[in-house]
Structure formats: C-alpha cells, structure tokens
C-alpha cells in the first residue's frame, strides 16, 4: 500500500496521485509498505530513485548511509524478540527501514509493518508542529529516532533475561540453564550486528556529510548517535554478563561432579577392606590343619559379618569426620 500527504507550517494535504504530491508546495512524504515489485518502480520513478536503492532495502543489507546526487538513502532496521520459527526460544527478528531524504521530499520503504513510522506519520497528520516547520531531514531523524528507542525497549527484555539466567545458574545446572545462557547470547551477538552498524550510519548524518540534512538538524542526529554510543556499551556490559554466568554454570557444574565423584570415590575406598575379606574368606578350600582353621568356628559366619560391619561403619565415621561426605 502507498499513501502520499504534503505538509508546510499551515497544513497537511492527502493524495492519492504521486505525480500532483510532487509538483505539490511543501514537504511530499509517500510511504510504500507491502507494495510489489510494480508499485515501487512507480514510486521509484516518481523521485528519481536509482533501482539499486530500492533493493537494497528489500536485500537484508546491513543499515548505512549512502549518498546519491539528488537523494540520501538510510537503511535502518526495526528489531523485535519473539519466537523462533524452529523453535520455541525468542529471537531477535528485524525489519529493513528504507528512507530516501531529498531536498524537500521523503520516501519511506518497508516490506512489512513499521509502526516507528506509523507514529510519525500520525504525528504530522495530527499537526505537530516541530515536524510541521521543519523539512524531510527532520521528518527522517524522528523515524530513526523512534526505531533507536525501540532499541532500548528490547534491551531491557534481554536483561530480564540475563537476570532470570543470573539466578538460575547458582543452583540449577540442568541443560535447561545452559540452553537459556546459549539464547541470550545469541540475542545480544544479534543485536550487536544490528546496533554497531546503525551507529555507523547515523555518525555519517551527525556529520552533515549528505547535502540533505540542513545543520539545525545535525545536532538531533548526534542525539541519536549517542543514544546508539551507549546501547553499544550496554551490549557489551550484557555480553560480560552473560559470559559471567556462563563460567558460573560450568563451575557449579564441575563442583557438583566433584561431589558426585568424591562420594563415589569413598563409596569404592570403604570397600576395599570388605572385599579383601571376603575375597580370602571365599577361597573355601577343604578341611585341612593348613586350611583356614576358623571356617570349622560356629559363629565364623556372623563374626565375619559383624567385623566387615564396623570396618564399615568406622570408616564411615572417619570419613564424615573429614568432610568427605
């Protein structure tokens, strides 16, 4: 779907032909989202938009800033957690975020829902009046400037994450546990692909270096470059996190096999003793005065038993005495 509408100081005008949105006095912002192949071209043609341009929108490339003569293309990218398609865990998903700035003209492009700029739209058919007196370069800051926010919306959702993870390696060290810190860093190594680019690309608009982005708005720009600056530390800082309760894991880990071990190990030690008794006891040779005279004893049987018994238990004692169990 493509919708056009035209804005100065003193109104906001919808058209429904892109040629008259155009020609129109004011700032012609059209916006395209789900449109075919057919229907960019149009909007392509309209504004002198290099084919090149568009698919790169629609190719997954990483956000930038590219100038051409007439035009400066920014490529961000919206990015949400939700639910694996092969799995259940969450994932980072993105979507692209075209914007052409010209002169006195702006296009959007997006292959699916971007309500980043839904709600500028909205604001410029409302009459706000910052966006109202200000040219396509403002208009594109506060695109980029909502879908930065939205940035540190899904951060806070990965450092509940973190904290749930936190907490849960300290005493469970079930496979479960490691899947959770194996998920979170994948969400952050996506988000730190998704991030370090776009800071990139919004430096190149802090700088002024397009010939669309008037001065006044170089400083909104740089706004949203140090916004970017610090969700870059905060990935890091998250990252640290997460590889910290990673070594948590595997030491709790090894320190509940070293229990595990060293209850095994006294287990096989008390039975040293009582094997060699019963491994000499078991050679029942016949009855000879060189042949183990106490077999004939009555009570041998239970005097064996009674003596493996307290060797046993004694050395059950010692061994508990030793914190060994």
């Known amino acids: 779907m493509t919708t056009a509408l035209v804005y100065r100081a003193d109104e906001v005008t ?11 006095r004011g700032t012609t912002w059209v916006h395209a989202t789900g449109a075919d192949r057919a229907e960019m071209e149009r909007v392509a043609d309209a504004f002198g938009i290099h084919p090149l341009s568009v698919e790169d929108v629609f190719n997954g490339v ?15 990218k919206r990015a949400t957690l939700r639910g694996g398609e092969t799995t259940f865990d969450e994932e980072i998903r993105d979507v692209p975020v075209g914007i052409f700035v010209g002169s006195d003209w702006l296009v959007t492009l997006t292959p699916g829902p971007a309500d980043p700029i839904d ?24 695109i980029v400037d909502v ?28 496979i479960e546990t490691l899947e ?11 988000f730190r692909k998704l991030a370090w680019p776009t800071r990139e690309a919004v430096g190149v608009l802090a700088r002024g270096d397009p010939a669309q982005v008037d001065e006044e708005t ?28 990673r070594d948590i894991y595997l030491n709790t880990l090894s320190q509940s096999t070293n229990e595990v071990m060293k209850v095994l190990t006294v287990v ?12 000499v006891y078991g050679m029942n040779f016949g009855s000879s005065p060189y042949n183990m005279p106490e077999l004939a004893w009555p009570y041998a049987y239970p005097a064996v038993m009674v003596g493996m018994l307290l060797v046993a238990l004694v050395m059950l004692t010692y061994f508990r005495g030793q914190d060994y169990i």
Request: glycine content about 4%; aromatic content about 10%.
């Open 147 to 174: 879908v930065v926010d939205e940035y540190f919306e899904l951060l806070d959702e990965i450092e509940d994450d973190i904290e749930a993870v936190e907490d849960a390696v300290t005493t469970a060290t079930d």
């Open 119 to 142: 709600r500028v739209r909205e604001a410029v058919r409302s009459g706000d009046e910052r966006l109202l007196h200000r040219g396509a370069d403002f208009t594109a800051y506060r």
């Open 14 to 24: 919808e058209y429904d032909d892109l040629a008259a949105a155009r020609a129109a």
């Open 268 to 279: 096989a030690t008390i039975f040293i003793p009582l094997t060699f008794v019963v491994g």
């Open 218 to 245: 170089e400083k909104y720009f740089r706004d949203v470059y140090d916004h970017l600056v610090q969700l870059v530390d905060l990935t890091e800082t998250y990252r640290d996190l997460a590889s910290g309760a």
């Open 62 to 76: 990483r956000p930038k800033t590219e100038e051409y003569d007439d035009y400066t293309l920014v490529v961000v």
């Open 180 to 190: 959770a810190i194996n998920s979170v860093r994948r969400e952050l190594l996506s």
